[in-house]
Structure formats: structure tokens, C-alpha cells
Nanobody
């Protein structure tokens, strides 16, 4: 059993920054991959960024150069640093993770990011 808890969402003005955190707790040894997704109303959930345990990263084209995914393996936590935020970034962000211990993935509850003046 694993629980993913996201935090750091909120309201920010265009051009501002937020840092999302996703902390994993439960029974596991380590993660294989951790990712951030986002989903707007009526839209499909889309992959924003992914990071492997070794630190390899990939980003959606829409966030390249603005968002940075990172992780602290010792703390079992993944982060998403979001800079130069745009109104289009106003969606719910979800954490997703695969662990070496399980053949299936886990999802966080989601955290709302609102970019508005």
C-alpha cells in the first residue's frame, strides 16, 4: 500500500511561480518513476513531466523551459517547480508513481493550481 500526498497548489498571478510536492508513504522500497499530470475540465489527463529514480526527465512541450521536475529519493518526494506560469496552467495537477514493489501505479488526490490576476 502506498499513499501519495500532494501539496503546494494555490493561486498565483501570471508570470509567478509555485512549487508542488508529492510525498509517498507506505510500504515500498523505492520508486521507478514519478510523474506529474494535469487535467482541465472536459479534457484528457495529460502528462506534464516524468522523472526516473536515476534522474532522467522528460517534459511536455507546453512546459519545457518553465517547469522542472526533481526528486529527493531519501525523502520519497517528487517536486514540480513551475515558473512563468500562464493562465493556461490553471488545472488540477496529479502525482503518479510506479514503485519497484508493485506492478501497478498510484495516484495522488490532486492539487489545484490557479493562475489569474
Amino acid at each position: 500500500q502506498v499513499q501519495l500526498v500532494e501539496s503546494g497548489g494555490g493561486l498565483v498571478q501570471p508570470g509567478g511561480s509555485l512549487r508542488l510536492s508529492c510525498a509517498a508513504s507506505g510500504t515500498f522500497r523505492s520508486f521507478n518513476t514519478m510523474s506529474w499530470y494535469r487535467q482541465a475540465p472536459g479534457e484528457q489527463r495529460e502528462l506534464v513531466a516524468v522523472i526516473t529514480r536515476g534522474g532522467s526527465t522528460n517534459y511536455a512541450d507546453s512546459v519545457k523551459g518553465r517547469f522542472t521536475i526533481s526528486r529527493d529519493n531519501a525523502k520519497n518526494t517528487v517536486y514540480l517547480q513551475m515558473n512563468s506560469l500562464k493562465p493556461e496552467d490553471t488545472v488540477v495537477y496529479y502525482c503518479n508513481a510506479y514503485f519497484v514493489d508493485y506492478p501497478y501505479d498510484y495516484w495522488g488526490q490532486g492539487t489545484q493550481v490557479t493562475v489569474s490576476s
